[in-house]
């Protein structure tokens, strides 16, 4: 089954206490982004890649981090997370010249 | 500053009324406009999208109408249900991001009534 897959699902954590959400993909797809939805904002990118070990800033990237050392997996680094940062977080691939993306299940963050 | 701008904001319709859901546009570059519906707890899902080479495009109860000019879109749900109950995001795209860089409207909470 074609699945992206995000955790935690849930996560509460105290400010500056660097944290990590994973995100893995089975489809085989070089495009992974990272989107933080939040009410009457919609969903605005953090940081996008174009395939391993390319990555590129979104609309909001202050405050993260990613890596792409690998292609199924994107991970987001908050490395000192603040209350702003308090949000719900969505994974999304989509294959090279492809426009349908494929989101996960979303991570929702609660930084006191 | 939003690229694509969304409205309503939320929207009630009874059990076989017309939902109508607009967009507007800034970026002449934007060649794709897909709709996302997203049910709690789900993330987002691609419902119906549309190229601007065309006016309208119908997939069973939903429609975008989609206006070049006025770098406008919509979203029309026939008959609508409660089980359309979710939340719909607009987005656009170019050929040159291609699905990797969406920039998404606002939303818009959708409730049907029984």
């Known amino acids: 089954e074609a699945q992206v897959t995000q955790n935690p699902r849930y996560l509460i954590t105290v400010t500056g206490k660097k944290l990590t959400v994973t995100c893995s993909q089975n489809m085989n797809h070089e495009y992974m982004s990272w989107y933080r939805q939040d009410p009457g904002l919609g969903l605005r990118q953090i940081y996008y890649?174009?395939?391993?070990?390319?990555?590129d800033k979104g609309d909001v990237p202050e405050g993260y981090k990613v890596s792409r050392k690998e292609k199924r997996n994107f991970p987001l680094i908050l490395e000192s997370p603040s209350p702003n940062q308090t949000s719900l977080y969505f994974c999304?691939?989509?294959?090279?010249?492809?426009?349908?993306?494929?989101f996960g299940q979303g991570t929702r963050l609660t930084v006191v | 500053q939003q690229q694509v701008k969304q409205s309503p904001q939320s929207l009630i319709v009874q059990k076989g009324g017309i939902s109508i859901i607009n967009c507007a546009y800034e970026n002449t570059a934007f060649d794709y406009f897909p709709w996302y519906q997203q049910f709690p707890g789900k993330g987002p899902a691609l419902l119906i999208a549309i190229r601007p080479d065309v006016s309208e495009k119908k997939e069973g109860r939903f429609t975008i109408s989609f206006n070049k000019s006025a770098k406008q879109f919509s979203l029309h749900i026939m008959d609508s249900q409660p089980g359309d109950s979710a939340t719909y995001f607009c987005?656009?795209?170019?050929?040159?991001?291609?699905?990797?860089?969406?920039?998404f409207g606002e939303g818009t909470q959708l409730t049907v009534n029984p």
């Open positions: 999304a691939t989509s294959r090279s010249g492809g426009r349908e993306a494929f």
């Open positions: 987005a656009a795209s170019n050929r040159e991001t291609s699905g990797s860089r969406l920039t």
């Open positions: 890649s174009m395939n391993v070990e390319v990555t």
